[in-house]
């Protein structure tokens, strides 16, 4: 959770920290994407990859607070100033690089910055054979966590473990698939799978590939690019099952199981996955919005209150996309001003969307408003009903069910 600001002491002298401002407790760092310095351009993906890789990594660190790659890809191709990222972050420490691949060998450089001050803290160069990229991401994480103010000690942090492939092609179609996966569009969605197959060719035991292919599957069902049909739903699940079955600390299988286990109320089983996901990657945005709408759910709205506006607060240019989910807690919570506000801030409202803020409308009075609401909804969806929405909600305790269905009605919603 969010503390008021703080100082601290470090090389640079006593001065407001940058994460203490943004109202977090640890030291704060963004990896910016790193460059492709490879003569092929298609080579961009591996680039963008091994930044995504290295974020994760740290992200596995609970002595940092790590900004989500949402946030730091808005940089991607731009020239930066690095005080300047450090100010629109709130970040201590930002991290640059390139990449240079040919053949079976990588060549990354990467240096560490204050960002207040623009000092080089620390720089280095790795050569290394492809096959080595699992020790070289691992390596480049240690030094970044020995250069932190207060030398966090060695022995406190854990390696993050992973599973390299036998053949790093797989690794490499993995790699792609999730680059064309973040741009969130139809033809993309389906190269991403396509990548995806061609790794699990080569790796049919490829936990993270198995994990992924699940997201996509779940993406290109969520965003209706296949049919939402009990078969494609099961291929999803199935995909997350496999990852589970051979990496049982896989992330992505446990984020995802988590999503399906609440989808069919199997509530002992979602805390399961999603424990195991979030003590594997507590600075992941995706998994502290994901832990904070479980706890809503469970009944516990004011810590999964907290839980999404830390999310957010990681993920400062992604954080419309968990608006919602602060806005249900917080109306949980019977605070509607501030539910609706949070509503507000969803840039293309859905249907389930709009009839939550008719509701906050309501509790609070704002009469006229809440019906401008209604007829909006029902001119997008005639057949809408008050407890047909309800019922399709995950709430596990009756009281918060009827609270909800009871301000719907109050809305002048049909029920």
Known sequence: AASSPATMTSGHGTEPAASRKAGFEKPSIAVLPFTNMSADPEQGFFADGITEDIITGLSRFPHLVVVARNSTFTYKDKSVNVKEVGEALGVEYVVEGSVRKAGNRVRVTVQLVHAGSGEHIWAERYDRELMDIFELQDDLCNSIIATMPGRLEAAAVKHMSRKAPHDMAAYDFLLA???????????????????????????????????????????????????????????????????????????????????????????????????????????????????????????????????????????????????????????????????????????????????????????????????????????????????????????????????????????????
């Open 177 to 415: 698939a999730k680059i064309h996966h973040h741009k969130f569009t139809e033809d993309d969605n389906a190269a991403a799978m396509d990548l995806l197959n061609k790794a699990l060719d080569l790796e049919p035991d490829f936990a993270a590939a198995h994990a992924w292919k699940a997201c996509v599957l779940g993406q290109a069902l969520a965003r209706g690019y296949i049919e939402r049909s009990d078969e494609n739903m099961k291929d999803s699940r199935e995909e997350a099952e496999i990852a589970y079955r051979i990496d049982e600390n896989d992330v992505e299988a446990n984020r995802i199981l988590c999503e399906w286990e609440m989808f069919e109320g199997n509530w002992d089983k979602a805390r399961l996955h999603q424990e195991r996901a979030y003590v594997a990657n507590p600075n992941d945005p995706r998994l502290v919005a994901q832990r904070g709408e479980l706890l809503t759910w469970l009944g516990n709205p004011e810590e999964g209150a907290e839980l999404v506006k830390l999310a957010m607060q990681l993920d400062p240019y992604d954080a419309q996309a968990r608006a919602h989910l602060l806005g249900r807690a917080l109306f949980c919570l019977k605070r509607y001003d501030e539910a609706l506000g949070a509503y507000q801030k969803i840039p293309a409202p859905r249907i389930g969307h709009l009839a939550d803020m008719a509701a906050c409308l309501a509790r609070l009075g704002r009469t006229a408003e809440a019906k401008a609401k209604v007829e909006n909804l029902l001119n997008q969806d005639p057949g809408f009903t008050a407890s047909g929405y309800v019922a399709g909600l995950y709430y596990t305790q009756e009281t918060a069910r009827a609270h909800h269905l009871e301000s719907l009605r109050m809305a002048g919603l049909p029920d």
